[in-house]
């Protein structure tokens, strides 16, 4: 669904990715762990084309994104959902989530109230907050509120950056369970973390991102069993 090759990057002209290569398939939860710093939000603007790469080559559903804008790429399925969550703060939680379904093109409105409900389903708090405008609502509200908001733009795959930042351990888990339904039911999600462990303990696949290149990676569970060999990439 989506791979990186041998991706090189830069701001400005400090280079911040260095040759970075790796997949997430379609159903498989993917963690990209690091140190502040190491390039991991670097990486997923990079996939989404927020950031044009200097090299090397990004592919999403066996197409060349080369020249594609951003918008462009989230309608077809590449949602990313960024640090700061970035919800509409003046809008309610029920026009946030209708802002994502609109991206959608030819839902009729009883698809729409469906998918709505589905989201209200998986986050009970946001049917009690559906009146209330998105920036009076909890970090962890308006972090449930985002990532319903890109579950209803339909994503094939998933980018989410730093998702727990700030956020209670109990709020955490919720997320991360919410994430690891969506890759059951065939999305591609890319996770970027801090959380190393945590996010080890529920992902299918694993990279450790150090001074912007790829220094390990493997099954998730073979790298949470070599815990001291992480955890020294990560500081």
Known sequence: MIEVRDVSASIGPIRILSGVSL?????????????????????????????????????????????IAPHRLAR????????????????????????????????????????IEREYARFPVLRARAGIAGGNLSGGEQQMLAISRAVLMKPKALLLDEPSLGLAPQLVALILKALREMADAGVAVILVEQLAMMSLSIADDAYVLRQGRIVLSGPAADLRGNASVVESYLT
């Open 23 to 67: 997949a997430a398939a379609r159903g498989r939860f993917v963690t990209v762990i690091g140190a502040n710093g190491a390039g991991k939000t670097t990486l997923l603007r990079t996939i989404s084309n927020l950031l044009t790469p200097s090299s090397g080559r990004v592919t999403f559903d066996g197409k060349d994104t080369r020249g």
């Open 76 to 115: 077809t399925g590449l949602v990313h959902v960024p640090q700061g969550r970035q919800i509409v703060p003046a809008l309610s939680v029920e026009d946030n989530l209708m802002l994502g379904a609109s991206n959608i093109r030819g839902l009729a409105r009883g698809d729409i109230r469906e998918a």
